[in-house]
C-alpha cells in the first residue's frame, strides 16, 4: 500500500491549478444516464472516484472516451471525456461496484426516470457516518415509485406511463438525495418542487447542466427547484465547476506553513464562509484576476470557532484541514460538526504530531501549540487524510501517512501539486 512521506517546516510558495470537483464531476457523469445523445464534460479530474464511476457507468452500457489536449491547451489540465449512455443495457448497479463510493448510488434517480425501474445496491455506511438512503426512498417515492428492499438492494419501479411529478419538501438538507431527485423530476410527468434542496455550487453546476440538455428549472442555487419534466434531454457540453474543497485545503495548507500561493481557477463565491473564517485566523486571502492569492498576515494563527453546516455555511469538507489548522492556533478553539455522526477519525491521528484535542460528542475543543512535531499516522477517510498531510507539511520533522488510498479518491495529483510549491514530500510505492 502506497505511502506519502515528507518533511515539514518548508513554507509554501508558487502557483497551485485547482482541478475540478470531484463532487461536481460524479454528479455530472451520472447525469449521461439521462439522454441518449453524449454528453461532454471539460475540466474532469483524474482521480479514483471518477475511475470507479466510469466502471460502474460502463456496466449500463455507457460509452466513454477521455479525449486528447487541444491545441493551446496546458500541460495537466482535467480532462476532457465524452459519456454516451445510447442504450441502456443492465439497470442493475451491483453490491461490489456501488459498496465502494458512495455517490453511484445516486444512479438510481436516472435509470428509473429513464428506463422505469432500476435495481441499484445500498451503498452501506462508512467511517465518516451511517449514511442512510431514507431520504432518497422519500424522494422518490413522492415521484410516484414502487419501492422494494431485496437482499441488499433498492429495487424501483416508475408507474405506468413514468414518473411523476410531485412537491417534495426534504425533512433534512441532503447533497445526494437533491442530485437524485433532481435528475429523476427532469424527465417525469408534470411538474416537480423540491422545497429544502442543497445548494451547494455542485448542485447548481448540475442543475445547469440539466438545464443544457434541455431539462426546465428554475430556482438554481436556492433551497427551492422547480422541476418541469420534458419527455426527452439531449446532449450538451459541460465544465466541471474548480473544486472548493480543494482551494480550502490549500489554503488552510499555506496558512499553517506559510508562504504565500496562488490558487488558480478557484472562486471565492463557492467558500465564503470558510475564506471569512480563515481571515478571521489570520489568512490574508486576495481575489485576483486568475483565482485567490493567500499568504498569512503576520500576526500568527488566532483560534476561531466553526460550525458545520450545509452550503452556504462552512462544509463539513473542510473541518479535518480546519482541525489541523487550529491545532497551531495562539489559543483555544472550539469546532461543532453537525453534518455527520463520526467524522472525528482524524483527531486520534493529529495527537499523534502533539495536538491537544478533546471531543464530547459533536464538539471538538482544539488547544493550539505552537509547533507540531512530525509522526507515523494513519488516513482513515478522504479528508482526514488531507488534513494529516498539511499537519505534517507544519511539522518539525518527517511525517509518514499511511494508507494514502483515501486520498486519491478525491485530490489530484497532492505531491506534485505541494511539491511545486517547495513541500519536500514524496509518495513511497509498495
Ligand atoms: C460525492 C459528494 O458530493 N459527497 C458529499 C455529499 O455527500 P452526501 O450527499 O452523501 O451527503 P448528504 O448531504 O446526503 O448528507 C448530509 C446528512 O444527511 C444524512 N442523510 C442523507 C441522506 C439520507 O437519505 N438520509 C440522511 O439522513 C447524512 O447521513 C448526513 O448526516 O455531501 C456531504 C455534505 O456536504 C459531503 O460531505 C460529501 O463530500
Ligand atoms: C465524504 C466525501 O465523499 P463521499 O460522499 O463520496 O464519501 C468527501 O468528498 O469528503
New binding site residues.
Partial sequence: MDRIRLVGGNELRGEIVISGAK?AA?PLMIASLLTDEPLVLQNVPRLADVKQLERILENHGVDIAVHGRRRGEEEGVGQRMTFHAADIVDTTAPYDLVSKM??SFWVIGPLLAREHNARVSLPGGCAI????????LFGLKELGAEIDIDEGYVVVKAPKGGLRGAHIVFP??????THTIMMAATLAKGTTIIENA?Q?P?ITNVAECLVAMGAKISGIGTRKLTIEGVDKLHGATVDVIPDRIETGTFAMATAMTGGNVLLKGARAEHLEAALDILGKTGAVITPEADGLRVYRNGNGIQPVDVETD?FPGF???LQAQFMALMTMSSGTSQIRET??ENRYMHVAELARFGADITVDGQVATVTGKSQLKGAQVMATDLRASVSLVIAGLAARGETIVNRIYHLDRGFERLEDKLSRCGAEIERLAG
Fill in positions: 463532487n460524479l458512495r455517490a457516518g451511517t449514511r442512510p438512503v431514507d431520504l432518497f433534512k438538507v441532503s447533497v445526494g438525495a442543497a451547494e455542485e450545509p462544509p463539513t469538507d453534518i455527520f
